[in-house]
Structures are given as C-alpha cells and as structure tokens.
C-alpha cells in the first residue's frame, strides 16, 4: 500500500502543471512510472484474492474486501479462466469470480508470485484512453484439513490495464495525473 | 537443434534477475529461466523479432538506444521465435528467412500498426441452439484517437451450403429474352427453385460476414467462447509466417513462428489467404 501511495505520488508531479499544449503522448519515463503504479494494482489485487479466499476471513469482512478489489477495476470486467484440459474460455464477472474463490472455502489459500513478469506497450484506443497487458505467473495453493483437499496450479494471468489522464483541484489549481484501472483478465493455466 | 538449445540456454541463463523485476513480497517463487525465456505476449514476439528489448525483457529500446534493431540481437531472438517441437519447418528454410530479415543492406521489421498481419480467432457461437464452430479474422485498423481490432472476415461451415453454385450447362438460368416477357419467369426461378444464387452475376461473391451480423441481430447465433487465437503475417517480404501460441513445458514455449513459407509473387499469396480464410 505504501508503494503503491508513492508510486501515486510519483506520477502525480511527474505530469506537472496543466498546459493546453500537453500532448497526450507517454513518454518512456512516464511509461516506468505508470508500469510500477500498475504493478501496486495488481499486487493489491493478489493480496484481496488471498484474503477472500482464506476460511479465516469472516463473511462480512470478505465483501468489504471484494467491495475493495472491484474499486480496482473498470466498470464490467470479466475473468475468462481456461485449463490444460479446456482451451474454452469461461468468463466470470470479476465479483462473480470472487465469490466463486470464497465460496471453495479452504483454510488456507496462499498465492505466490514468480519473479518474473512482462508489461506491454501501451496502444492508444479510438476513446484516447490507452490500454496495455500486463503478464504475470502465480502459483495458487488451497489446503482443507476437513477434506483433505489440497489443489495447485500455475496460471499465467493477462491483466489489461487502463491508462487515463485524469485532473485534479489542487490548491484551486488544476493539476493532471495518469491513473491506472484494471480491465478484463485471462487466466490460463500453465503447463511450465 | 542442439545448437539452438544451447543458444537457448546461454541467453536464458544470461538473464538477471535484478531487484525491482520481481514483484517482491513472502511467497515469491524464482523462475527457473522457463517464464523468462517464454514469449509471453504477442507484444513481446514484436519486440523480439525487432531487437526493442532486452535479453531479460526489463529494458524496452528505443530509436536512439545503442541495442535497438541491433543485428546480433535479432539473430538470436529470431532464431528462437521458433517451435522447433512440432513445426516442420526445415532448418534451411528457417535459415534462409533469417539471414533475410536480418541482412545488413535491408533489415526488414514488424510493425504493430502497420497492414498485412491478422488474427485467426477460433471460436464457439450456438447456431440455432446447436454449438458450432465459427473462425472469425480480424485486423487492427486505425480509429478516432488510437486503433481497435475489427472482424474482417468469418469462415462458417453452415454458410456454405447456401451458396453452391453450379457452372455451364448444370447451372439453373433465365434464359436471355426473359426481358421480353418482363422477366414473368423469376417466379419459377426465385419461388420454386432452392438454388437462388445461380442467378447471380459471375463476380458473385457471398458475405459471409453480413449473414453472420444478420444471424446475430435476429438471435439465431449467439457468441459461446473462445478456443484457439493465432495470427498471420504478410509483413515481410516474401515471406508469410504464422504465429501460434504453445502452452508446455520447457523453453520453447509462448508465441512461436510454427508455419513458413515463402511467397513468390501477388498470386501465391492470394491462394495462401484463400486457403487460410476457408472461403474459396
């Protein structure tokens, strides 16, 4: 959370002041920022997901937590899941998703982040909002001492993000910042 | 082939993993070098075949950086953009396209935006209540602000049968004074007749896309899901390859090159497009 504050913070002022003739283009450097500031979401998102899907956590304290992770996302975004065994994707709303995850009801679930992962380009969209991929590996593990249910995967997950300048009143001045929302996501897992 | 592996295992274990490139925290696992060497993203085939990242793809080049379309780099990336599991593609083929996108006097790139590259999308729509498999190809064309990917074509075997049009003498016709009569025998030729495309001109061609829109529109087709994605490019010269997705253990995994050919001329590459997009 506090990285994630400063990353805010950093592409805050690294847009500067309003000016008519801004461009919209992102330049490399802004490119960085905006790629650490979509690495804090997704963190934050794999943090949600290990506390819904935790057995610990109360029913009341998971929505509030699943309340939480869809402030992350873009109004109707979906998961689309798919298997080794299934190339079919199945989409889920992602709050569907998160109750499905809440609903397998282990008592432990941990998700572990390989140390690797890819960002894409940043493609600008008709609306004038960018739009880019970001590629990580997970590794689920859920454990049930009442059945004895012990399920691992790897997935490989591509999670759109949304890049938008926004504005912002700051001491009555207008200040511009970039923001960062995340979009649909595709699950697939892996066989590496 | 053992040379590739070798090279494959020399870039990979090249790659360092320096702090920041993880996402830190407890729990995190170190990849063994497979995820790494992965062609993760279609963006990242891009920027491999170009040489605009780095060996550890934490780096993005651009015009003006020292690696950028740098030679040696491209070798080696191109080389491994490859399926060298399942594809037949002979070593001297593979060879040959090589030292042609790499050669010092013309390089030749890919390019996003640029045209002559498209996606085969194979999908699942229920087709009045019955699954059905239909291919839908797209490209990415330039609107408003920025670029959207669009539906081009649509190859549906349930199409077909409509429109089998016979040839010569087995044809169905109106004959050529039917104007005389005010064309009366349009009756016969519309009503009692289940073969209305053989009166159609010769440049006929039917839109199977318009049929799929109007199936959609009217509830007779409705989307399922998605099975398969792979992508086509004419971008080089010459050349046409195809780019699928390979989801196994190992290195050579990822977005891979696992068909190629070379093109001779405007002609080759007209029956190429015929025969990928199903609607000869």
Redesign the interface.
Same mark, same amino acid.
């Given at each position: 959370m506090k990285k994630h504050i400063q990353a805010f913070i950093l592409l805050f002022f690294a847009t500067g002041l309003i000016a008519a003739a801004q461009s919209d283009n992102i330049s490399?450097q802004r490119?960085q920022a905006i790629d650490s500031l979509a690495?804090e979401k997704?963190?934050d998102l794999?943090k949600y997901i290990s506390i819904i899907g935790s057995k610990d956590t109360q029913f009341s304290e998971a929505n509030r937590v699943m309340d939480r992770a869809e402030e992350l996302f873009s109004p109707g975004s979906e998961m689309g899941v798919s298997s080794?065994s299934s190339?079919?994707?199945?989409?889920y709303p992602v709050r569907r998703y998160f109750e499905r995850l809440m609903a397998l009801n282990y008592d432990n679930v941990?998700?572990?982040?390989?140390?690797?992962?890819?960002i894409?380009?940043l493609?600008?969209?008709?609306?004038?909002r960018?739009v880019g991929?970001v590629?990580?590996?997970q590794?689920f593990e859920g454990t049930s001492v009442e059945t004895g249910l012990n399920y691992k995967d790897t997935t490989?997950k591509?999670i759109t993000i949304y890049v938008e300048k926004k504005q912002t009143q700051v001491a009555g001045r207008t200040i511009e910042f970039w923001d960062v929302m995340l979009g649909d996501i595709r699950v697939?897992e892996?066989?590496? | 082939m053992k040379k590739l592996s070798l090279l494959a295992i020399i870039i990979i274990s090249s790659i360092q993993?320096v702090s920041g490139?993880?996402?830190g925290?407890p729990?995190?696992?170190?990849?063994d070098g497979?995820?790494?060497a992965?062609t993760?993203?279609l963006?990242?085939f891009f $920027?491999r075949f170009n040489a605009e990242e780095s060996e550890d793809?934490l780096t993005?080049y651009?015009n003006g950086d020292e690696m950028y379309h740098n030679r040696e780099l491209r070798i080696k990336y191109v080389n491994l953009l490859f399926d060298n599991e399942t594809s037949n593609i002979t070593k001297s083929l593979k060879q040959e396209f090589i030292d042609h996108v790499t050669a010092e006097n013309y390089p030749q790139y890919l390019s996003?935006h640029r045209e002559n590259w498209f996606a085969e999308v194979s999908s699942?729509f229920t087709f009045k209540g019955k699954r059905t498999n239909v291919t839908l190809f797209m490209e990415i064309q330039q609107?408003?602000?920025?670029?959207?990917w669009v539906i081009k074509e649509v190859a549906f075997d349930g199409f077909k049968p409509y429109f089998d049009k016979k040839e010569g003498k087995e044809k169905p016709f109106l004959h050529p004074l039917s104007h005389e009569l005010g064309f009366m025998n349009l009756r016969k030729a519309l009503q009692d007749n289940d073969t209305p495309e053989s009166y159609t001109s010769d440049g006929y061609k039917p839109d199977y896309l318009t049929l799929f829109l109007y199936e959609i529109k009217s509830g007779n087709m409705k989307f399922?899901?998605?099975?398969?994605v792979k992508f086509h490019f004419f971008q080089i010269g010459d050349w046409y390859f195809e780019v699928s997705q390979f989801? $196994?253990?190992?290195f050579n995994?990822g977005w891979l090159i696992s068909n190629l050919t070379k093109v001779a001329d405007a002609e080759e590459k007209e029956a190429i497009l015929n025969y990928i997009y199903d609607q000869k």
């Open positions: 490399p490119k690495l997704v963190k794999s080794l190339q079919d994707v199945a989409y941990t998700i572990s982040w390989y140390d690797i992962h890819y894409s380009d493609e600008r969209q008709p609306d004038g960018y991929v590629t990580i590996y590794r490989k591509d697939t892996t066989s590496a | 993993f490139q993880g996402l925290g729990g995190q696992i170190k990849d497979r995820f790494a992965s993760k993203q963006n990242q $920027r793809g993005r651009h996003f699942v609107e408003g602000l920025g670029f959207e399922e899901t998605v099975n398969g989801n $196994r253990p190992g995994t």
